[in-house]
């Protein structure tokens, strides 16, 4: 029986292991039937569809040079060019002011000040100094930078790249927009050309040109990160470009520029855990900072148009509580003694949906569209109060200065 068996059992041994191993290196060969068969075609998924005072100074607006459009076509392998025609414009600003101190610390201390006599507990003087940047934008000398570079100074010293130095008066400045006007006299000034900034692309190449930590005139180069950045709590009003070029302390009130060597907008401030650059820079653009300098020049203030309210978010927790579907706009949580919402009859608790017909989607927004709108102006208005909604007429004022006008700490630079 052996005999007739075992010349057919090698074969059958040989090629089970043969099948063992040949699974073992090709496992996908396996057949499994819980597997799926793949499809035969893919469709793409579906598109998203959107979502339906002072007196006026009197002065000619500034004649500044208006710069062409940019042309995106490939780029160059320098900025040289860029740097020459943009850099002379800006200048070097250093301000300083005056402070008062004690002699000495125990001298504010009642019990040691009976050992001296009045001369010897008379205060002492110490300069407080900054620095910072600006950018010549007219052929009359005048400067724009930032507001903080220059607050409080009693001298300003502006410096040119050409070796020459002036003092500078100041012609107005702008704390809620954080923005200056200086005036130097001196002749053949470099005037640099405002590009428009609404054309300003995310991508875009920039040029940043300033004097950081006082090392001297400065280029650093990046990107626009992003455009119409606001809610940073850096400004009253904010509507900043971003970009990744390098910019420090010493940066503030310095020129963006485009790869055409164009202001594209002011440096105004960075986000920074260090105190460094780290890639996320903003600039006010070079369309509001045009507007500021010509009402600063020729009015020595800037007008804003103002409805007397405080105005809270409106949460969807809250909106509820009102009765409304959507949270869509604001809650007049105060409402100022006088003011034109005062005069209108508009009361805390009431719920702002609407004004002049558009829909209140973000309240600084509005607060930022409420501010072009003159002094004067009758603003329709609709509100919701004790559930029902109202019509009413307002009259837009004109926005008190603030007395004590702050902004959020900033790592800026001055």
């Known amino acids: 029986m052996h005999r007739f068996v075992l010349p057919y059992l090698w074969p059958i041994t040989t090629g089970l292991l043969l099948a063992t191993v040949l699974l073992l290196v090709f496992p996908e060969q396996l057949p ?45 392998a320098s900025y040289s060019e860029a740097v020459n025609k943009a850099a002379p414009a800006v200048v070097n600003i250093y301000s300083s002011r005056i402070v008062a101190r004690d002699q000495h610390p125990l001298m504010s201390d009642p019990f040691f000040q009976q050992f001296f006599s009045g001369d010897d507990a008379t205060t002492h003087q110490r300069m407080l100094s900054s620095l910072g ?38 012609v107005g400045t702008d704390p809620e927009s954080d923005l200056a006007v200086l005036r130097i006299t001196l002749d053949n000034l470099p005037v640099i050309e405002l590009a428009d900034s609404e054309e ?16 001297g005139q400065t280029v650093t180069m990046g990107i626009i990160s992003a455009t119409g950045r606001s809610h940073l709590g850096l400004n009253a009003y904010e509507d900043f470009i971003q970009t990744d070029a390098a910019i420090n302390p010493g940066n503030s009130g310095g020129a963006l520029v485009n790869p055409e060597g164009a202001l594209v907008g002011i440096n105004t401030a960075i986000f920074s855990r260090s105190g460094g650059s780290q890639g996320i820079g903003f600039a ?80 600084r927004a509005t607060m930022s569209d409420i501010a072009s709108i003159p002094p004067g102006t009758s603003l329709p208005l609709t509100i919701v109060r004790g559930g029902e909604r109202m019509e009413m007429t307002l009259e837009v004022g004109e926005r008190p200065v603030p007395t004590n006008a702050t902004s959020a700490d900033r790592q800026s630079g001055s």
């Open 200 to 215: 300003v692309a995310v991508g875009d190449v920039a040029l940043a040109i300033g004097n950081p930590f006082g090392v």
């Open 133 to 170: 940047s600006g950018v010549i934008v007219s052929d009359d000398g005048y400067v724009l930078t930032n507001h903080h570079v220059i607050n409080g100074a009693d001298q300003i010293q502006v410096a040119l790249r050409d070796g020459r130095e002036t003092l500078a008066e100041v």
């Open 32 to 76: 499994n039937p819980f597997r799926q068969s793949p499809p035969t075609s893919v469709e793409a998924p579906p598109a998203l569809v959107p979502t339906s005072s002072e007196q006026s100074a009197n002065r000619p607006a500034p004649d500044v040079r208006q710069a062409p459009s940019l042309t995106r076509n490939q780029g160059p």
């Open 284 to 363: 006010i653009p070079a369309n509001l900072a045009h507007s500021i300098l010509d009402e600063l020049v020729t009015r020595g203030r800037v007008i804003r148009g103002w409805l007397g309210i405080e105005a809270q978010a409106l949460s969807r927790e809250l909106a509820a509580s009102f009765g409304l579907r959507t949270p869509q706009g604001v809650i007049v949580a105060g409402v100022v003694s006088g003011g034109p919402a005062a005069q209108a009859g508009l009361q805390p608790g009431d719920v702002l949906l609407s004004i002049d017909g558009q829909v209140i989607l973000d309240a």
